[in-house]
């Protein structure tokens, strides 16, 4: 089993930047890789961003491309997604997830989730 906990988000204005950070325990973090998905009002629940075990493979959704930086640090079993420019269409619950691929695919591992609202 995985534990995960996601913190970080707020309200933010259009065009900011925000760090979410999601805090793994249970069994061995960076065996797996970690995926950020996320889930706007109304909306299915979306892929974001995923890393490998090493961090060293990185994959994004097009939306995010270029704006969201995923990365770990397996030392404090701790994955963070980096948010730039930000835009109101990033407004979503932002769900961190373990076990699955680079793609965001087979995700078996999920958080509670954490609020971003971007207003205009």
């Known amino acids: 089993q995985v534990q995960l906990v996601e913190s970080g988000g707020r309200l933010m204005q259009a065009g900011g930047s925000l760090r979410l950070s999601c805090a793994a325990s249970g069994r061995t973090f960076n065996n797996y890789p970690m995926g950020w998905f996320r889930q706007a009002p109304g909306k299915e629940r979306e892929f974001v961003a995923a890393s490998s075990w090493s961090g060293s493979i990185t994959y994004y959704a097009d939306s995010v491309k270029g704006r969201f930086t995923i990365s770990r640090d397996n030392a404090k079993n701790t994955v963070y997604l980096q948010m730039n420019k930000m835009k109101p269409e990033d407004t979503a619950v932002y769900y961190c997830?373990?076990?699955?691929?680079?793609?965001?695919?087979?995700?078996?591992?999920w958080g509670q989730g954490t609020q971003v609202t971007v207003s205009s």
């Open positions: 997830a373990a076990g699955g691929n680079i793609y965001g695919k087979g995700y078996t591992y």
